[in-house]
């Protein structure tokens, strides 16, 4: 069933693949070891699909992959990378995260902003106030504040 679902990733209608996803979130661990595979897959809507589902499924092992793909040359799936990241508690990610903070696309600087205040410690205020100071999107600035008052309750 998991090869079928991981085939429907390929589909031209985005309906179909967020269907498959919505599925292979369903399966859960059993799933982890395809979508690992797809992270990879030349088709950036395979990757960022596959990024999704392992963000919603949770499984450690997929840590490290979703790191790496933090480098991935298609924006989207850098978003879906940082964002799941920051769903599963980034399993030691918050250093891999902060270049992000720099990134040419505002999605990827907001959602980065937003998992560094899930899985940060406090140690980020002064990174993400320094960012805040030259960023000129404004979603991203709320991110960033919204970021900032979530770090310092957990000081």
Do not use: F
């Not at 960023?135 to 970021?147: F, H, M, Q, S």
Request: net charge negative.
């Amino acid at each position: 069933m998991t090869e079928e679902l991981i085939q429907d990733l390929y589909a031209t209608e985005k309906e179909t693949r967020a269907r498959a996803t919505r599925d292979l979130i369903d399966v859960g661990a059993p799933a982890v070891k395809d979508l690992l595979a797809c992270l990879s897959d030349d088709l950036w809507v395979v990757r960022y699909r596959a990024a999704e589902a392992l963000g919603e499924i949770g499984d450690e092992q997929s840590c490290w992959a979703l790191i790496a793909t933090l480098g991935d040359k298609k924006d989207h799936v850098r978003y879906m990378a940082a964002k799941s990241l920051g769903k599963m508690g980034a399993c030691g990610a918050k250093e891999q995260l902060v270049p992000l903070l720099h990134d040419e696309n505002e999605y990827v600087r907001r959602i980065t902003a937003q998992s560094l205040g899930l899985i940060g410690d406090g140690s980020e205020l002064a990174i993400l106030q320094a960012v805040r100071e030259n960023e000129t999107d404004l979603r991203v600035c709320a991110a960033i504040d919204d970021a900032v008052v979530i770090l310092q309750k957990k000081e």
